[in-house]
């Protein structure tokens, strides 16, 4: 999808009208007697204080005898506030767990170079989130690309000089450090098992807006975006949660109060159209920047969606099996192999493959080098190719 841009950097609830009450009003009925010229005289009499909208007291009634006063109705007093009462909505709730862990990102990228001189340094702005107690945090790659100074601003206000610990552009992930014990971390969750529809939360700092809090649903999944020549991100959940700039690195949360996704980006000329990378996919990442500082990443080479149910069956495969492959790059693995588009995929040596998402992660957990079996379904009849894993193209 052209056009993508870089975000930096309904409420769950309806209301319902109570139903009207029910039940029939009780009393007596009068009749007169008979019709007497004083009776229709007094009956139009009180049609005509009626109509205009009089009120007569009468010393005594002749209608009814009833010395009794009127019953005195009292307004009902004013409801009492529950205390507590806004931590029972979910949104409420999962944004008072999850808040503390979110955390401003601040950075400051030296000056270049240019025909007329030195440019003065620029300051960025990005969200991130922490992940472990001793001040891990996970954002996007192009949140602290190119900058000489990190700054991180937790919740309660205190701003701590930030580390790289490295990035992946090709997955815009990155690792930043920040020196801290007992910090909020917020839970991860599976984004896997995210389906469409379902409330999502995104957290974040857009604009400058301190922890700014969206809601909306996931639109969609296993998105491909280009969001600038030679970066491809692939099987992004897509939200209509509102994502600013300065969103950039926030996680979007899911209503059990679990990261399920880094907000990454919108398109800039489309409302309600913003993507996250899933979460699952981010702390892979962010496990081998931990451990290496940077990535090399073992490449299959095809893009793939996965297989709608009703197709399934057409081809007599089970509903939630294999992914359909949609292009395959030149020179990759999988050209190597054979490959070609239209072809099914449904498992790498024994892992069934169930959408893009899990053949992304199955194929990112080998190392460059590795061969692997996948089995293929090609016009109706199955069969099995050994590739070898090449290694994925670096992003700029």
């Not at 030296?110 to 001793?134: A, K, N, Y």
């Not at 920040?178 to 995104?202: M, W, Y």
């Given at each position: 999808?052209?056009?993508?841009?870089?975000?930096?950097?309904?409420?769950?609830?309806?209301?319902?009208?109570?139903?009207?009450?029910?039940?029939?009003?009780?009393?007596?009925?009068?009749?007169?007697?008979?019709?007497?010229?004083?009776?229709?005289?007094?009956?139009?009499?009180?049609?005509?204080?009626?109509?205009?909208?009089?009120?007569?007291?009468?010393?005594?009634?002749?209608?009814?005898?009833?010395?009794?006063?009127?019953?005195?109705?009292?307004?009902?007093?004013?409801?009492?506030?529950?205390?507590?009462?806004?931590?029972?909505?979910?949104?409420?709730?999962?944004?008072?767990?999850?808040?503390?862990?979110?955390?401003?990102?601040?950075?400051?990228?030296?000056?270049?170079?240019?025909?007329?001189?030195?440019t003065p340094p620029s300051e960025g702005q990005g969200s991130g989130v922490i992940v472990s107690p001793d001040g891990r945090i996970l954002t996007n790659s192009h949140v602290v690309a190119g900058s000489a100074e990190i700054r991180v601003r937790?919740?309660?206000?205190?701003?701590?000089?930030?580390?790289?610990?490295?990035?992946?552009?090709?997955?815009?992930?990155?690792?930043?450090?920040?020196?801290?014990?007992?910090?909020?971390?917020?839970?991860?969750?599976?984004?896997?098992?995210?389906?469409?529809?379902?409330?999502?939360?995104?957290?974040?700092?857009?604009?400058?807006?301190?922890?700014?809090?969206?809601?909306?649903?996931?639109?969609?999944?296993?998105?491909?975006?280009?969001?600038?020549?030679?970066?491809?991100?692939?099987?992004?959940?897509?939200?209509?949660?509102?994502?600013?700039?300065?969103?950039?690195?926030?996680?979007?949360?899911?209503?059990?109060g679990q990261v399920v996704g880094i907000n990454t980006l919108i398109i800039e000329a489309a409302q309600g159209l913003g993507f996250a990378i899933p979460v699952n996919t981010a702390q892979q990442v962010a496990e081998r920047l931990v451990e290496?500082?940077?990535?090399?990443?073992?490449?299959?080479?095809?893009?793939?969606?996965?297989?709608?149910?009703?197709?399934?069956?057409?081809?007599?495969?089970?509903?939630?099996?294999?992914?359909?492959?949609?292009?395959?790059?030149?020179?990759?693995?999988?050209?190597?192999?054979?490959?070609?588009?239209?072809?099914?995929?449904?498992r790498v040596d024994q892992t069934t493959i169930r959408n893009p998402e899990q053949l992304r992660l199955v194929v990112q957990r080998h190392k460059v080098g590795d061969r692997v079996t996948l089995l293929l379904q090609r016009q109706g009849e199955?069969?099995?190719?050994?590739?070898?894993?090449?290694?994925?193209?670096?992003?700029?």
């Amino acid at each position: 999808m052209p056009g993508g841009v870089f975000s930096g950097g309904k409420p769950w609830y309806t209301w319902r009208e109570a139903a009207p009450l029910g039940g029939r009003g009780g009393g007596k009925e009068y009749r007169m007697a008979e019709r007497s010229p004083l009776a229709i005289f007094v009956a139009a009499l009180l049609g005509a204080v009626v109509g205009t909208g009089l009120t007569l007291t009468f010393g005594r009634s002749w209608l009814v005898r009833d010395t009794a006063p009127p019953p005195v109705v009292n307004a009902p007093p004013p409801a009492t506030p529950v205390a507590g009462s806004a931590a029972a909505d979910p949104v409420v709730d999962i944004v008072q767990r999850m808040g503390p862990a979110v955390v401003s990102i601040t950075t400051v990228v030296p000056g270049r170079e240019t025909f007329f001189g030195v440019t003065p340094p620029s300051e960025g702005q990005g969200s991130g989130v922490i992940v472990s107690p001793d001040g891990r945090i996970l954002t996007n790659s192009h949140v602290v690309a190119g900058s000489a100074e990190i700054r991180v601003r937790l919740a309660n206000g205190r701003t701590l000089p930030g580390r790289l610990i490295g990035r992946d552009p090709a997955n815009d992930i990155a690792v930043v450090q920040v020196r801290g014990e007992n910090l909020p971390a917020a839970p991860l969750g599976d984004s896997t098992a995210l389906r469409v529809g379902e409330p999502v939360i995104a957290i974040g700092n857009p604009l400058g807006f301190q922890s700014t809090v969206t809601t909306g649903v996931v639109s969609a999944l296993n998105r491909t975006i280009r969001p600038q020549p030679g970066v491809v991100l692939e099987n992004m959940i897509q939200t209509d949660a509102a994502i600013n700039p300065g969103n950039s690195g926030g996680p979007l949360v899911n209503s059990r109060g679990q990261v399920v996704g880094i907000n990454t980006l919108i398109i800039e000329a489309a409302q309600g159209l913003g993507f996250a990378i899933p979460v699952n996919t981010a702390q892979q990442v962010a496990e081998r920047l931990v451990e290496h500082g940077s990535t090399t990443r073992a490449f299959l080479g095809v893009g793939a969606v996965q297989v709608p149910e009703h197709a399934a069956a057409q081809v007599g495969l089970q509903p939630g099996v294999g992914v359909f492959v949609t292009e395959v790059v030149p020179g990759s693995a999988a050209d190597r192999g054979g490959l070609q588009p239209g072809d099914i995929l449904l498992r790498v040596d024994q892992t069934t493959i169930r959408n893009p998402e899990q053949l992304r992660l199955v194929v990112q957990r080998h190392k460059v080098g590795d061969r692997v079996t996948l089995l293929l379904q090609r016009q109706g009849e199955q069969g099995e190719v050994t590739v070898v894993l090449g290694e994925a193209p670096e992003a700029p």
